[in-house]
């Protein structure tokens, strides 16, 4: 069975840092598509980096472009974003998502999330 677990949440001030992980079971990353998503209170899920399935690429929103990167560690099968120059309105629930073809609103695994709070 797949399964993901996010970590690496917490409280950081505007201008800081923070990498989160993805811990991955039950399949290999180089197999499948890895998206990392964040939701805030009262406002719908947010699609935010992409790291594509075989022969894809890795892709950003514009709202992260240049501040986060995503990466996986095969290896590992391990994802990683790593976010900086964070911003109060970064404060989200942060999940990973896993699925065989593609990045998208309904991927198929998802982790239970972890909380990025970003103060002021």
């Known amino acids: 069975e797949v399964q993901l677990v996010e970590s690496g949440g917490g409280l950081v001030q505007t201008g800081g840092s923070l990498r989160l992980s993805c811990a991955a079971s039950g399949f290999s990353f180089d197999e499948y598509a890895i998206g990392w998503f964040r939701q805030a209170p009262g406002k719908e899920r947010e699609g935010l980096a992409c790291?594509?399935?075989?022969?894809?690429?890795?892709y950003y929103s514009s709202s992260v472009q240049g501040r986060f990167t995503a990466s996986s560690d095969n290896a590992k099968n391990t994802a990683y974003l790593q976010m900086n120059s964070l911003r109060p309105e970064d404060t989200a629930v942060y999940y990973c998502a896993a699925d065989s073809r593609s990045c998208h609103r309904s991927m198929k695994y998802w982790g239970k999330g972890t909380q990025v709070t970003v103060s002021s």
């Open positions: 790291i594509s399935g075989p022969d894809g690429g890795t």
